[in-house]
Nanobody, 126 residues
Framework: QVQLVESGGGLVQAGGSLRLVCAAS????????MGWFRQAPGKEREFVAA????????TYADSVKGRFTISRDNAKNTVPLQMNSLKPEDTAVYYC???????????????????WGQGTQVTVSS
């Protein structure tokens, strides 16, 4: 089992940057694929980015490709999400998630993730 805590959210102007960090506790962090999802008010949770257990494979939603970068540090049990060129439509609660089902695959489907953090709010003003 793994516990996840997100940090780094806040208020930023359009065009700015934020760095979210997901900190994991528990055993065998390196056996989990990790993902970031987001949910805006009145909308369904949507995929943002994911990374496999080694960090060798990543995948991104088209809406964030080229602006966001996911990485991981298995020695520190962290998964940062660097967000650049932020837009008002990026405003949402951002969630970190973990899955051990297929650690070699950075899944885009929230159903495959078993563990979730509490979320961190990101607000981008125009």
């Amino acid at each position: 089992q793994v516990q996840l805590v997100e940090s780094g959210g806040g208020l930023v102007q359009a065009g700015g940057s934020l760095r979210l960090v997901c900190a994991a506790s528990g055993r065998a962090f390196s056996t989990y694929a990790m993902g970031w999802f987001r949910q805006a008010p009145g909308k369904e949770r949507e995929f943002v980015a994911a990374i496999n257990w080694s960090g060798g494979r990543t995948t991104y939603a088209d809406s964030v490709k080229g602006r966001f970068t996911i990485s991981r540090d298995n020695a520190k049990n962290t998964v940062p999400l660097q967000m650049n060129s932020l837009k008002p439509e990026d405003t949402a609660v951002y969630y970190c998630a973990a899955t051990a089902r297929r650690p070699g695959v950075p899944s885009t489907d929230h159903i495959t993730y078993d563990y979730w953090g509490q979320g961190t709010q990101v607000t981008v003003s125009s």
